[in-house]
């Protein structure tokens, strides 16, 4: 199968890379730190300019029953649209997005959903934070002032997405591989240090998420993430060859946006409306927004574990 790349502006972005545009006047930079106290460690010290969007509030909508959506479901559209405007975000914005945990965990999710909802020019920044502050990146305490902006509203997020039942059903057809990106000890099912049962989703195969990223925490390099998709999912029990179609998830529908983000990188999937080249190409994959946190919580569920 032959990769093709039909998007221009790759969806990472360096710490200098993030220097030479740092003055351009639609930039738009996103503090999407975690953590009890994120907000306020932003407000001690955060990339100038950045506005903090906040991975409970803002990217996800929390349900009473996790296990029906998972700890992170995405928030309606239209309260996503309200958040970007906000946050002074317009159509022509290019957002630069971070975290502190090497771009690993919500600012990846961040991507995802400004991407779904139709944003152009967004990139994550690799390395995060804490390369930022290395590079010399001006830094800033306290507030930042912006003005709100007007947004189109769209009716449905574009990217794909799979509930539960889909994950059942495509597992039982052998029509999709389902790529569980936590750590392998999680996935073994040796311990659970988040969700309540410890394992994973029969059926799924563990390529995690933190073997996109180099010892320092930087994203690998298009060539190397390429070459080891290409290997790992040509080994799956339904090899890549024989589907198209990959379902990521994670813990809570998260860390799985980093993947994604990851294939993206690797020029190993189309992220264009064009399907002109559909034959050559892998489509966005289907993101398992409620992931391990719901199926784990959902009664009759099987759990498989490796101990």
Not at 9 to 26: D, G, H, R, V, Y
Not at 50 to 69: M, Y
Not at 80 to 106: C, M, P, R
Not at 158 to 177: D, F, G, M, Q, Y
């Amino acid at each position: 199968m032959r990769l093709k790349k039909l998007y221009t502006m790759k969806p990472i972005i360096t710490a200098t890379e993030l220097s030479e545009i740092f003055n351009q006047e639609n930039l738009v930079i996103l503090d999407a730190r975690t953590g009890k106290d994120a907000r306020e460690n932003y407000l001690q010290n955060h990339i100038k300019g950045a506005r903090f969007i906040d991975l409970d509030k803002d990217l996800a909508e929390i349900g009473e029953d996790a296990a029906f959506g998972g700890r992170h479901p995405l928030p309606k559209i239209s309260k996503f649209a309200e958040t970007l405007q906000k946050l002074g975000i317009s159509e022509d914005s290019h957002i630069v997005v971070y975290d502190t945990s090497n771009g690993a965990n919500a600012a990846a999710r961040c991507w995802w959903m400004l991407k779904s909802f139709g944003v152009e020019k967004v990139q994550v920044l690799s390395g995060g934070f804490q390369t930022a502050e290395k590079a010399g990146i001006p830094l800033k305490s306290g507030e930042e002032i912006f003005e709100k902006t007007s947004f189109i509203l769209k009716e449905n997020w574009s990217w794909p997405t799979s509930t539960l039942e889909e994950v059942e059903k495509e597992i039982s057809e052998n029509s999709a591989i389902v790529i569980d990106v936590r750590d392998a000890y999680r996935y073994r099912g040796e311990s659970e240090p988040i969700d309540l049962v410890a394992g994973h989703i029969p059926g799924a195969i563990n390529i995690p998420f933190s073997e996109n990223l180099d010892e320092n925490g930087a994203f690998l390099s298009p060539k190397i993430l390429k070459e080891k998709y290409q290997n790992l999912l040509a080994d799956a029990s339904t090899p890549l060859s024989m589907t198209k179609k990959l379902i990521i998830h994670c813990g809570s529908g998260v860390t799985a946006c980093h993947t994604i983000l990851a294939l993206d990188y690797a020029g190993f999937v189309t992220l264009s409306t064009d399907r002109k080249s559909a034959d050559e190409v892998l489509e966005v994959p289907n993101l398992y927004v409620g992931s391990w946190s719901e199926w784990s919580r959902r009664e009759g569920k099987e759990i498989a574990r490796e101990i």
